[in-house]
């Protein structure tokens, strides 16, 4: 089946070590978007990719920064993580991205612990 | 900017008892999507709403998109334990992209 898929579904970093959270899509879509969810908080959108491009949110912190190698494959790096971000981090893909009609389609999350 | 409220933060209900959520957006929508997150897990599509005053039905969930698309609802009838979750709904950042603007949710409790 097609589908986003993340790993690993949960990651465990020590504060100030760099690590990297992966996500790939066999949905063929244009865009992915990365988005930080807290505890009982909602999905907060990260940055995103439309194809090639990307695209910063104004208050993403600096230490986040997003990989996309190709259509299929998508990274979040974390370059010195803090304890405040420990979140559930969500990857979604979205078919085209040129419309506001569009749904998404998100992956099992990696939940990530910083000691 | 561009807010989307929702209430309630959290509803407990008897098994087979009503419910509904309530979603406003400070601008005009040209659409809003529902979305169920089970605990644990991540959100999943449910609806979209396009038109003015639109209602949509999926067995005993109702959605409805308010006249002016600045509002939404979605009430499921004779609540069921499998309706455990958190329901969020969003709304389209701009006209021209997919970026959503998600509510803050309602999470749903059931007591059997």
């Known amino acids: 089946d097609a589908m986003v898929i993340q790993n690993p579904r949960y990651q465990v970093t020590q504060f100030g070590k760099p690590v990297t959270l992966s996500c790939s899509q066999t949905?063929?879509?244009?865009?992915m978007y990365w988005y930080q969810q807290k505890s009982s908080q909602a999905p907060k959108l990260l940055f995103h990719?439309?194809?090639?491009?990307?695209?910063n949110e104004a208050d993403t912190p600096d230490n986040f920064q997003s990989r996309r190698p190709n259509t299929s494959f998508c990274f979040l790096d974390i370059r010195s993580p803090g304890l405040g971000d420990a979140a559930m981090y969500l990857c979604?893909?979205?078919?085209?991205?040129?419309?506001?009609?569009?749904?998404?389609?998100f992956g099992s999350g990696t939940q990530l612990s910083v000691l | 900017g561009q807010q989307v409220m929702q209430i309630p933060q959290y509803q407990h209900v008897q098994e087979g008892e009503d419910f509904t959520t309530y979603c406003n957006s400070s601008t005009t929508l040209s659409n809003i999507q529902w979305y169920k997150q089970r605990p644990g897990g991540h959100p999943v599509f449910l609806i979209q709403l396009v038109k003015s005053g639109e209602v949509k039905k999926q067995k005993r969930l109702t959605f409805q998109f308010g006249e002016a698309k600045k509002n939404s609802s979605l009430h499921i009838t004779a609540t069921q334990t499998t309706d455990v979750g958190t329901y969020f709904c969003a709304g389209p950042w701009s006209s021209n992209t997919g970026k959503l603007i998600f509510g803050q949710g309602t999470t749903l409790q059931v007591k059997p």
């Open positions: 979604a893909t979205s078919k085209t991205g040129t419309g506001a009609n569009e749904k998404l389609f």
């Open positions: 990719y439309y194809d090639k491009d990307f695209n």
């Open positions: 949905l063929n879509h244009n865009v």
